[in-house]
């Protein structure tokens, strides 16, 4: 079973950035396909970012496509998300998430606040 920790959340004004990161132990990183999703207060968890185990491929929704970046670093067990041009709409909690291929995510990590304000 894999761990997952993210880190990085925080503060920032509209238009900031920020980049989250999601440290992997306790399983093979570099199998996984990993995935960024975010929650906001009274809203449904949504995908934000995938990226495959190689992270030859990634996607994103319409809603963050241009703003924001996922990739991955194997060798260090880490999943980044750089975002850039945040909104007051990105406001949520964002996890990281690991799953066998980027349609079955099955490992959470607990999360981490980002707050952006106009």
């Known amino acids: 079973q894999v761990q997952l920790v993210e880190s990085g959340g925080g503060l920032v004004q509209a238009g900031g950035s920020l980049r989250l990161s999601c440290a992997a132990s306790?399983?093979?990183?570099?199998?996984?396909?990993m995935g960024w999703f975010r929650q906001a207060p009274g809203k449904e968890r949504e995908l934000v970012a995938r990226i495959s185990s190689s992270g030859g491929s990634t996607g994103y929704p319409d809603s963050v496509k241009g703003r924001f970046t996922i990739s991955r670093d194997n060798a260090k067990n880490t999943v980044y998300l750089q975002m850039n041009s945040l909104k007051p709409e990105d406001t949520a909690v964002y996890y990281c998430?690991?799953?066998?291929?980027?349609?079955?995510?099955?490992?959470w990590g607990q999360g981490t606040q980002v707050t952006v304000t106009s």
């Open positions: 306790g399983g093979t990183f570099r199998s996984y396909a």
């Open positions: 998430a690991s799953g066998a291929n980027w349609f079955s995510f099955t490992s």
